[in-house]
Each structure stands twice: as structure tokens, then as C-alpha cells.
């Protein structure tokens, strides 16, 4: 789940589910929740809060693309200067190999920034009612102190914030 998008769903208080946003869908729509359903569903991303279509019937597959989809690589246009062609053609491996660990080794590194953010964006969306929420989002943005500004808040809700506005680096997994 690292490499894919993840969605997290809600039912007030009680974490229900974390998947791709494919899946949470089956997921929701086997438990039984449809259309009007009284969930709050965010994308792990960016802790912004999104929709998802529980009357739909799963989608057909995607039509097969370029590239080696047995892989999941995808042929996009990369646009460039000249002297970063240049460069890219001395390294090992050729330009699409070169771009991809560039790729990987930015995405293992943590944004705080963005990860301050999307927390920003999931309390504001779920506990901005809670008490202490106001003191919670100075000490996030304060960079110390969230644990404790949230430790009274419900479980769920308290775990996913700190889950979120942590560093993301891959060691810890969702709670």
C-alpha cells in the first residue's frame, strides 16, 4: 500500500477502513454502506476529505496501455532542458532508469511540510468541533506538542492525526 494512493473512511468517531480508493469502495459496499451513507472519507495523501461512489458497480479494466503494464510502468512525456538530457544520458542505466531513482529516493524522503498539511486538513474536516482543537493545530504547526494536544481526543481520530503528521517514511504502517 506504500506505493499506491490510500483512502481512509469514517463513521464518525470509528475508523472503518484504509485501502486504494478501489478497494475502500468494495470494502464500504460490502459492509453494507451505499449512496447518503454518514461517512467521511480522506485521501492519505493529503488529509482532504473525498467522495466515493457506493452505488457504482465496480469498474471494468483499464484498456492496456504503453509501456510494461504486467509492471505498472506507464510511457509519459518528460519534458527538459538540453543540459539535463545531457546529463541523464552520462548516467548508468539511461534516462528512464536515472529518473526513477531520483523518484524513489525523493519519495522516501518525508515532506513535513506536506505532512503537517494533509493533518491540517483531516482535523479541520473531523475534529474541528473536538475540544483542544484550536490549541492542537498551533502545536502542530509549532512543530511540538500535537501528541499531547490530541491525547484526549477519540482514538481513531487521535491515531490517524499523528499517523498523518508524522514523517512517513515507510517504517511505521498505518494504524
Known amino acids: 500500500m506504500e ?24 470494502a464500504l459496499v460490502a459492509m453494507g ?9 480522506f485521501s492519505d495523501e493529503t ?20 509501456g510494461r503494464p504486467k509492471l505498472g510502468v506507464q510511457a509519459r512525456e518528460v519534458t527538459l ?8 544520458g552520462r548516467q548508468r542505466g539511461g534516462s ?24 491540517y486538513a483531516f482535523c479541520t474536516a473531523i475534529a474541528g468541533d473536538l475540544p483542544g482543537y484550536e ?14 494536544a490530541v491525547a484526549h481526543w477519540p482514538e481513531d481520530i487521535r491515531a490517524h492525526a499523528l499517523w498523518l503528521a508524522g514523517p512517513r517514511d515507510g517504517s511505521a504502517p498505518q494504524p
Open 3 to 26: 506505493m499506491e494512493k490510500t483512502f481512509t473512511a469514517f463513521e464518525g468517531a470509528t475508523k472503518l477502513a484504509c485501502a486504494s480508493r478501489e478497494a475502500l469502495t468494495a
Open 33 to 41: 454502506y451505499g449512496p447518503g451513507a454518514a461517512l467521511l472519507v
Open 47 to 66: 488529509g482532504r476529505e473525498t467522495d466515493l461512489d457506493l452505488s457504482a458497480p465496480p469498474p471494468a479494466p483499464a484498456p492496456r496501455k504503453r
Open 81 to 88: 532542458l538540453p543540459r539535463h538530457w545531457d546529463w541523464l
Open 96 to 119: 528512464s532508469a536515472v529518473l526513477r531513482r531520483l523518484v524513489e529516493e525523493a519519495m522516501r524522503r518525508p515532506d513535513p511540510a506536506a505532512r503537517r498539511d494533509a493533518a
Open 135 to 148: 490549541e492542537a493545530m498551533r502545536a502542530l504547526y509549532a512543530g511540538e506538542g500535537f501528541a499531547g
